[in-house]
Every structure is written in C-alpha cells, then in structure tokens.
C-alpha cells in the first residue's frame, strides 16, 4: 500500500523542490514502531528543510515534519501495541531522518511518548515541539522556585510557536504574563491568550549600557536570545530564572556576569531532546493538564499537506502566527 507525503527532492541546479508524492512503504527507514501519523505542524526548522533544506537535510529525497502523533500500526517494541496513541517532537526526525509529512512513519521507540488521557492528537500537534519546550521551559523555572504572586513573568517571541504556549499556561496558572512582540497586529491574540501586559520589542532591543537595572521580571522564557535576552538578565530580580529556548536573536550573549553575580539570576538552558523519558512524559501529562483547551484551539491554524511549500516560505519570513496544524489525511 503506498502513502502520501511531502518529499522535497534535489534538483540539477542544487535547487530544492517540495511537492505532495506517493511512496511505498519499503521506502521507509528502519525502527521499531511504524505510525499512521494523524497530524503534524509546521516548526521554523520545517520551514528550511522544506525550502533550501537549511543545512538540516542531508539526503534527498527527504520527508520534512520534525513532529508527528498518530496511532501505532506495528510495532516490535512491547511498550506500544497497535492502536496506542503516540506523539512525538525532536529526535532529528524531518531533519536528517524522514519525519512527519506522510501518512506513514517509522522510528525508534525510544522516540515516542504515549499520549495522556484527554489530549487529542490534534491538540498535541496544536502543542508539538515549541508547546512542548514551553512547558519544560516552565517546569524549569518551577523548579527554581517560581510561583504565582512573585511578580511578573516575561515571555519574549510571545506571538511564536513557543512563546504562545508558554504564555498561555503561564496565564491559566495565575501568573501575570508581560509578552513582548514585534508585531502590533498580534497584540490581539496574546491577549486573548492572557497576557496583562504588551511589551513592544524595541523597549528591549537596545544595547545593554547597564549591567544591572530596575529589578522587574520574577521570571522569563525567552525564546529569542541574542542581545535581547542579555538586556532581560539586567532586569530580573534577585534570584531570579530565565529559561532560553530558542537562538532566533543569535548565539552570542553580549551580557556580563553581574547579574548572575550580584543578583544570583540563573540561566536555564532547555533541550527539547534529550530529556529522560520520565521528564517527556511528565510534561505531556502537565500539557494535558495545564493548558486549556478553548485557548489552545484559538492557536490553531489549519492546513493540508499540498499548502505546506507555501506555508513552509511564509514562516521564515515571520508571517506565522501561533500553530500551524496539518491534517496528513486531508486531501
């Protein structure tokens, strides 16, 4: 039986072309657990693979798709039998790997997390990688002692992937959110997500002049990076946490140490992957549990498989808002 997916094939020129092909499933890669995939979503490492291939892809043709959750057709491994739902974000699936993109995947079992009760598969590719790391991003900066009531928590790249999610559970667990945004038109939407305060980007897109300024920030997902997230270490509060999640801003941190110094900030590095499996399943329950359906469901926007080349150009050029979730089976 063959399937339909997205393959992005090397042409002549050393061009790349994205398009809807039928395959069969002796083209599958080796692993323990074959998936009929239900969903997937559309991540900025999508967007590359999908246009140039960004420096992820390595062979082609390739199946981009770096998340996917469906449901298990076979397996090897007896953690997951036919029927079983399952997610699953990272692992370089859709990079260097065939991934989310087809009606078909196979991949380790080691890979995958079984879906908790009450979390559709639609829901979970609403969430995938970016919700995914939010809440690792949160959990790290509960960990470190962050509760509602201790003032403010900021979220910069609010209106992405990550930054959507994080200010939505950070809202619904009674925190008082700041989402900073360089986009006016999405004030609107993060709002309705439950943050108090807009932050414009350019308020925090000067140099640093000042190691140490107004202790403001009782905590922080930052998923920009650069010398944004050097300004935000300036403002947190003592003994305080920033989570980093992201390098949109670039992998330079043109900070002092002053402020872990002087005001005992921590900085959180979160890795999507390679987390214990206990860890992976623990944020998914708290997904399950923390963030509320109607909000998330208000992230969404839909698509098919045939409207991802386009949608995979207007991503990086960051005309993306919230979650782009792909229905594989619709035509």
Not at 27 to 39: A, F, H, K, M
Not at 284 to 307: H, V, Y
């Amino acid at each position: 039986m063959g399937f339909r997916a997205v393959v992005v094939d090397k042409l002549e020129d050393g061009s790349t072309r994205a398009r809807v092909r039928t395959l069969e499933e002796a083209s599958l890669p080796e692993g323990d657990v074959t998936v009929r995939v239900e969903y997937s979503n559309l991540n900025y490492k999508d967007g590359l693979c999908l246009t140039s291939g960004g420096g992820l892809v390595k062979t082609y043709p390739h199946v981009p798709g770096i998340d996917f959750a469906g449901t298990v057709e076979q397996s090897s491994d007896p953690r997951y039998q036919p029927g079983d739902r399952v997610v699953l974000t990272g692992w370089r699936v859709g990079e260097i790997r065939w991934g989310g993109y087809a009606e078909t995947a196979r991949v380790m079992a080691d890979w995958l997390v079984k879906l908790p009760e009450g979390l559709s598969t639609r829901e979970a590719m609403a969430i995938g990688t970016a919700g995914f790391t939010a809440m690792l991003a949160i959990q790290a900066l509960e960990d470190h002692g962050l509760a509602p009531g201790h003032g403010p928590v900021l979220v910069t790249g609010a209106a992405g992937g990550v930054g959507s999610v994080a200010t939505a559970i950070l809202a619904h667990l009674g925190h008082e959110v700041a989402a900073v945004t360089g986009r006016p038109d999405t004030e609107a939407y993060l709002r309705g997500l439950g943050a108090r305060r807009i932050v414009a980007r350019e308020e925090l897109a000067e140099t640093v002049k000042r190691p140490l300024e107004s202790e403001t920030w009782a905590g922080c997902v930052d998923a920009v990076g650069g010398a944004m997230l050097a300004r935000v270490l300036g403002q947190m509060k003592y003994g305080a946490s920033v989570a980093a999640v992201g390098l949109a801003g670039g992998a330079g941190l043109p900070a002092s140490v002053v402020p872990f110094l002087l005001r005992g900030v921590n900085l959180l590095g979160i890795d999507s992957v390679l987390k214990p499996h206990a860890d992976r399943v623990r944020a998914w329950d708290r997904l399950a549990r923390d963030l509320p359906k109607a909000t998330l469901e208000a992230m969404i926007q839909p698509a098919t498989l045939s409207e991802l080349p386009e949608l995979g150009a207007a991503i990086l050029k960051g005309q993306v808002k919230g979650r782009v979730v792909v229905d594989v089976r619709a035509e």
